[in-house]
C-alpha cells in the first residue's frame, strides 16, 4: 500500500499469508485497525505487521491472531546424548556418557524426551518420558504425568547402550489487536508463559520502551490528523507532546476506576511521570524521514518476523520500540543545521545536521570483507553518503570470488557475477546506487604477507575500519593494525538468526583481541577414523584431508602426489619418509600413483577402481576393525564392554547394484577419478547407462578378504588422535616392492586435482561425498543426511540470513554515525549480542581496555609455573617463580616506540634504559633477529643494523617504500631476579626506522 487513497477490498487480502505496513503514517488509526481487524478475523488468521521509522525513533508491532501455534519457537536443535547406564529403581535415574556433558547437563527439568537404541529395558524405546531432577551427569526419569518411573521389574540395563533425545513441543500464543494493544500492551491475560507485550531490548533504557509507547500511540492517533513535525517546524512538536500528556492522564484516570482485582489484566499503558525532554526530542526530528541504519536494522526485524508466519521461531509479542537518541546532539543545533538541501541525504541532515552529513561525506573508511555482511554494509555506506566528498572513499577488499550459493544472502551480487571478485562486484553495485561516492575495490588479503599494500601510510589515512570478516586470524590482525595506528574499529558478525556488535575505540575500550570468541571444540580424529556415532562425524570422513575415504583425500591429494612424482621422481621418493611418516600412508600413495601410471585409461577401469575402493572402504577396513576390536571384545582399562557408549559397533556393507546409494558412490567416485586422469565421462542418464553400469561392475575381481596382522590403537581419550591406527605387518616390504616397480621417466603425465566445489550440482563433489558419509553411516547403523545437509556441513557453509545482516549493519551505522560526531566516550556507544529468532537482545557499555596482566597468555603462563611447582614440590624442592607486566598497568594499545635506523646493540641499550632489564631475544614473526647464545654469530649482529638483519632474513618479504615501522617481540629478563623463574611481559616495540 502507497497512497493514502488506495482502497483495499477483503477480496485482494484473502489469498495473503502476512500483510506488512511498512508506512503506517500514510493511513489513519481507523484505517489501520481495520486492516488489522479484518485480518484477525480470517479463518486461518492472516499476520498483521506494521512497522514504522520516523526520524530518530522505529517501532513493529505483530498480530498473529488470537491463537498462533509455533511448532519451533526457538529453532535450535533438540539436546541429545549418549546413555551409560538407566538404574533399575525408582524413579530410574540416567547417567550420560562423560563426552554428552562436557558442556553441562543438555537437558532441562520437564523437557519431554525420548529413548532409543536401549539394550536391556527396551520398553523405553516405546512413548515419551519427562526429565525430572537433574545433576551435571544424571537426571531422573518421570512419566509425562510427572510419576516416576520405576524401572525395577524390567531387565537390567546393558551399560553403554542407547540415546536420549529431547522432542520438541509446538507453542500457542495468544496475540491482541492493534487498538487492544495501543491501549493495554502489558499485563493482558495469556496462554501459557508468554512475555510482556512491550520488549525490553536495553536495559541501559530499561523504561524506554514504556515512554516511547506513549509516544508512538500519540503519533499514530495524530496520522493523517496532523503532519509530523521536524527540526525546522519545532512548533508542531507540542500538539504531539499534548497527545502524549492526555493519553497518559488518560490511563491512569481509567486505572484508577478498576477494581484491584482486575488491574492486572485490563488497566491501560500509563506511565508514572513523561520523560519530556527524551521525548519532545525524538518527536522534533520524526518529520525528517527515514534513517538508512534503522530502515536496515526494522527490515531485518520484519523480514524475519514474515518468516515466522510458518510457524518457524516464536512471533514478537507484540511491540517492538527502539529510538537513537543517543546519536542525536546533546542540544538542538541551530534552525539552518536542519535545513534540506533537496538531497538524498535530507533525511540525515534533519537528524545529525549538515556539519555531521559533510564529515561523513569526507570520510575514508576501509571494509575488510565483502561477503553476506559487508554487501549490507557497503549498501549503507552508499545510501548514507559515507565518502563521496573530495576528500572522501570508500576502500573494500575482499580475495575471495562469487559462488552461486552467495547470491541468496550476498545480494549486492547477480549471476552475472559468478566468479568475479566480490570487492569488484560490490563496488560497481555501490557505485550504481550512488554515482558520487568514491570507491576503490581491492582482492589483497589483509595480513603480515601483504603489508607492501596496506603499508603505514594507508592506516593512518584512514577514519574508520570496519570489518566484515569470517574467520579468527583476519580480524585479530586488523585489530592489532587499528590498535598501533589508534584507528577505531567496528566490529561485527552473524551466525544464523544470531549476531554480535563490538566498538572498539583506541586506548578507551577492549580490543578485539582481548578476548576470546568460545570456539567449537572439533571432533577427535580417531572417532571420525574409527568410532563416528553422529552423520555429522560421517560427513567429516566423507571430506577430510585426512581420511582415506574422503573427497579431498581420493581427488585431490592423491592426485597432487602423483602430478609431484612426475616432475621428479626422484626427489618425490627422497623425500617420502619425511612426508610420510607412517608406511601405510606411503603404500597407499604409492598404489595410488602406480595405478595411474601402469593401469588401463578407461573409464571402465574407473568402474573398476570404483567398486573395488567401496569394497575397501565400507567392507574390508570394517572387518579389519572388527578383527583388532571383535564385537565381544572388552576395554582393558574399564572392564566394560569396548563397543558401547559413544564406539557404535560397525558391520561391513554388501555390494549392491540395485541399491541407489551404493551405485551413487560408484557413479560418482569413478566419473571424477575419469575427470582428473583426464578420461571422458559417462554419466547415468538413461536405463542403457545403468545397464552399461552393472554390466562393468559384474566384470570386477573383488579379492576376497584376509584380515591383516598388526596393533590398533583403542581411540581412547588418552591417545592421540592422530595415532588411532598403528602400522600392520607388511607395509614395509609393500612400499619397497612399489618404488621397485615405479616407472622413473618424467614425461607430460597430466594430471588434474580437483577442489571441492559445493555449488556446481552436476560435478558429482556434493553427491560424492552425500554417498560416501551415507555409506559410512551404514556401517554403524547411523541415519543418514539429506543432501542438503550434507552439502551445508561438508561445504562449511556459514548460515548467513539476510534478516540478521540487516539488523545488524543498522546497528553498525549507529556507532558509525556517533564516530563520525567526534565522539570517543564509551558510555555513549554499545557493545551488543542478540538472537533475532527468539528476541534475546543484550547490549551493555564497551569495556575498558583491560591491562595486559589479564590477558590469556598471562594466564596461561601462571598455570604453566604452577604445574611446575606441583613437580618439584612433589621431588621435595622448593620453586618460586613470577609473572609480572613491565610496566605495570600497559594494555593492547601501548607499544614501546624507537627511533633511528638503530642497531641491535643500540636498542638492548634503549629497553635496558627504559626498563631496567636486560633483552634475551629479538625477533620479528616468530623469527629471531638476535638472541643471548654467547655464539659468534649472534654477538656479530649485535653491531648490525636491525633493518639489514630483516632484509637479510626476510628476503621474500621486501619492506614497502611507505613502511616506517618493523613491530620487533621482545624477550626481556631481570638479572637480579630471585626467582627460581620468572616471565615478564612487556609491550611490543615498534623500531621507527624512517621518518
Not at 377 to 389: C, D, E, H
Not at 607 to 623: D, G, P, S, T, V
Request: glycine share 6%; net charge negative; with cysteine.
Amino acid at each position: 500500500m502507497t497512497e493514502p487513497d488506495t482502497k483495499i477490498e477483503p477480496s485482494f487480502l484473502a489469498p495473503f499469508s502476512v500483510v506488512v505496513v511498512a508506512d503506517p503514517f500514510q493511513f489513519s488509526l481507523d484505517q489501520l485497525c481495520f486492516l488489522d481487524e479484518y485480518c484477525r478475523l480470517q479463518a486461518d488468521p492472516i499476520a498483521f505487521i506494521m512497522a514504522g521509522a520516523p526520524g530518530p525513533l522505529g517501532f513493529v508491532f505483530c498480530d498473529f491472531g488470537p491463537r498462533f501455534v509455533v511448532d519451533d519457537p526457538d529453532g535450535r536443535d533438540p539436546p541429545s546424548a549418549i546413555i551409560s547406564m538407566i538404574s533399575s529403581e525408582s524413579p530410574a535415574v540416567v547417567t550420560l556418557a562423560e563426552e554428552s556433558v562436557q558442556l553441562g547437563m543438555p537437558f532441562e527439568e520437564g523437557q519431554i524426551i525420548k529413548f532409543s537404541e536401549v539394550q536391556g529395558p527396551a520398553v523405553l524405546n516405546q512413548g515419551t518420558f519427562k526429565i525430572g531432577t537433574t545433576t551435571r551427569l544424571t537426571f531422573t526419569i518421570l512419566t509425562e504425568d510427572d510419576e516416576p518411573l520405576d524401572t525395577s521389574a524390567l531387565p537390567h540395563h546393558e551399560f553403554g547402550s542407547g540415546r536420549v533425545n529431547a522432542i520438541k513441543r509446538p507453542k500457542m500464543m495468544q496475540f491482541h489487536s492493534l487498538r487492544e494493544s495501543l491501549e493495554t500492551p502489558c499485563h493482558q491475560p495469556v496462554i501459557g508463559n508468554l512475555p510482556d507485550s512491550l520488549l525490553i531490548t536495553d536495559f541501559r533504557k530499561f523504561f524506554n520502551s514504556q515512554q516511547l509507547h506513549l509516544l508512538v500511540h500519540a503519533m499514530l492517533q495524530a496520522s493523517g490528523v496532523q503532519q509530523l513535525p521536524t527540526p525546522v517546524t519545532p512548533q508542531r512538536v507540542e500538539p504531539i507532546m499534548d497527545r502524549v500528556r492526555q493519553i497518559n492522564t488518560d490511563a491512569k484516570r481509567f486505572n484508577e476506576q478498576l477494581p484491584a482485582e482486575w488491574r492486572r489484566v485490563a488497566q491501560k499503558h500509563c506511565v508514572d511521570e513523561i520523560d519530556d525532554k527524551t521525548l519532545s526530542r525524538l518527536a522534533l526530528h520524526a518529520g525528517a524521514g527515514v534513517l538508512c541504519p534503522l530502515a536496515a536494522l526494522l527490515g531485518g526485524i520484519v523480514g524475519q518476523e514474515v518468516i515466522k508466519r510458518t510457524g518457524k521461531f516464536a512471533p514478537l509479542h507484540q511491540w517492538f520500540h527502539w529510538d537513537l537518541s543517543e546519536i542525536l546532539s546533546d542540544e538542538v543545533l541551530p534552525t539552518e543545521e536542519y535545513q534540506p538541501l533537496s538531497s538524498r541525504y535530507d533525511a540525515q541532515i534533519g537528524v545529525f545536521g549538515r556539519t555531521v552529513q559533510e564529515k561523513m561525506n569526507a570520510l575514508q573508511v576501509f571494509m575488510v570483507g565483502a561477503g553476506a555482511l559487508g554487501c549490507e554494509l557497503a549498501k549503507g555506506f552508499a545510501m548514507m553518503g559515507v565518502g563521496v566528498g573530495p576528500q572522501g572513499k570508500v576502500t573494500i577488499t575482499d580475495m575471495d570470488t562469487i559462488e552461486k550459493s552467495n547470491l541468496n544472502r550476498q545480494f549486492l551480487f547477480r549471476p552475472m557475477d559468478i566468479g568475479k571478485p566480490k570487492s569488484t562486484a560490490a563496488a560497481r553495485a555501490m557505485c550504481e546506487m550512488n554515482s558520487t561516492l568514491n570507491v576503490e575495490s581491492l582482492t589483497t588479503p589483509v595480513g603480515p604477507s601483504t603489508e607492501r599494500t596496506f603499508h603505514d601510510e594507508f592506516w593512518p589515512a584512514l577514519d574508520i575500519v570496519v570489518n566484515a570478516l569470517d574467520n579468527v586470524d583476519a580480524r585479530q590482525y586488523v585489530d592489532r593494525r587499528c590498535a598501533f595506528f589508534k584507528r577505531p574499529l567496528l566490529e561485527s558478525g552473524t551466525t544464523g538468526t544470531m549476531c554480535n556488535l563490538q566498538v572498539i575505540i583506541p586506548g578507551k575500550t577492549e580490543a578485539y583481541s582481548d578476548s576470546q570468541d568460545f570456539a567449537q571444540e572439533g571432533v577427535p580424529m580417531c572417532t571420525v577414523r574409527n568410532f563416528p556415532n553422529t552423520i555429522e562425524h560421517c560427513i567429516e570422513w566423507a571430506i577430510s584431508d585426512e581420511t582415506i575415504g574422503s573427497f579431498n583425500m581420493l581427488f585431490k591429494l592423491v592426485p597432487s602426489e602423483i602430478l609431484s612424482y612426475t616432475q621428479d621422481p626422484e626427489k618425490f621418493l627422497k623425500e617420502l619418509n619425511t612426508r610420510m611418516p607412517l608406511k601405510s600412508q606411503q603404500r597407499a600413495i604409492l598404489e595410488s600413483i602406480h595405478q595411474a601410471l601402469t593401469g588401463p585409461r578407461t573409464f571402465e577401469s574407473c568402474i573398476e577402481w570404483a567398486r573395488l575402493k567401496f569394497q575397501e572402504l565400507f567392507h574390508n577396513e570394517i572387518l579389519q576393525l572388527l578383527y583388532f576390536h571383535p564385537a565381544d571384545s572388552m576395554n582393558a582399562s574399564t572392564g566394560q564392554k569396548f563397543w558401547a557408549g559413544s564406539k557404535r559397533l560397525p558391520h561391513p556393507v554388501i555390494f549392491d547394484t540395485e541399491n541407489f546409494q551404493h551405485m551413487q558412490f560408484v557413479h560418482c567416485a569413478a566419473n571424477l577419478r575419469a575427470h582428473y586422469l583426464n578420461i571422458p565421462e559417462h554419466r547415468i542418464a538413461s536405463d542403457a547407462d545403468l545397464e552399461y553400469f552393472k554390466q562393468a561392475l559384474a566384470n570386477v575381481p573383488v579379492p576376497h578378504f584376509e584380515p591383516r596382522t598388526g596393533s590398533l590403537g583403542s581411540g581412547g581419550e588418552e591417545e592421540d588422535e592422530g595415532n588411532a591406527v598403528a602400522e600392520l605387518d607388511g607395509e614395509g616390504e609393500a612400499v619397497e616392492q612399489l618404488i621397485a616397480t615405479l616407472p622413473r621417466a618424467q614425461g607430460a603425465f597430466t594430471v588434474r586435482p580437483i577442489k571441492f566445489e559445493k555449488d556446481d550440482d552436476t560435478n558429482f563433489h556434493v553427491d560424492y561425498c552425500t554417498a560416501a558419509a551415507n555409506l559410512r553411516g551404514e556401517c554403524y547403523t547411523i541415519a543418514p543426511g539429506d543432501r542438503m545437509f550434507v552439502k551445508t556441513t561438508a561445504g562449511r557453509i556459514i548460515p548467513a540470513l539476510a534478516t540478521t545482516t540487516a539488523l545488524v549493519t543498522g546497528l553498525v551505522l549507529t556507532q558509525l554515525v556517533q564516530l563520525v560526531q567526534g565522539r570517543r566516550d564509551p558510555a555513549r556507544f554499545a557493545n551488543g549480542s542478540l538472537n533475532i529468532a527468539n528476541h534475546v537482545w543484550g547490549f551493555s557499555e564497551p569495556l575498558n581496555a583491560p591491562t595486559f596482566d589479564k590477558n590469556a597468555l598471562f594466564r596461561a603462563e601462571i598455570e604453566k609455573y604452577q604445574k611446575d611447582k606441583a613437580e618439584y614440590e612433589k621431588a621435595g624442592c622448593p620453586y618460586e617463580f613470577s609473572v609480572r607486566c613491565v610496566p605495570e598497568g600497559w594494555t593492547s594499545y601501548d607499544f614501546v616506540v624507537l627511533e633511528g635506523d638503530l642497531t641491535v646493540a643500540e636498542i638492548i641499550a634503549e629497553l635496558q634504559a627504559k626498563f631496567h632489564l636486560d633483552a634475551k631475544l629479538i625477533g620479528h614473526n616468530s623469527k629471531a633477529l638476535w638472541y643471548e647464545a654467547g655464539s659468534a654469530t649472534m654477538e656479530a649482529r649485535k653491531a648490525r643494523k636491525v633493518i639489514d638483519l630483516y632484509n637479510e632474513l626476510f628476503a621474500d618479504k621486501p619492506l614497502a617504500p611507505q613502511q616506517k615501522f618493523v613491530l620487533l617481540e621482545v624477550e626481556m629478563e631481570d638479572p637480579e631476579s630471585e626467582f627460581d623463574a620468572e616471565t615478564i611481559f612487556t609491550p611490543p616495540v615498534a623500531l621507527k626506522f624512517r621518518a
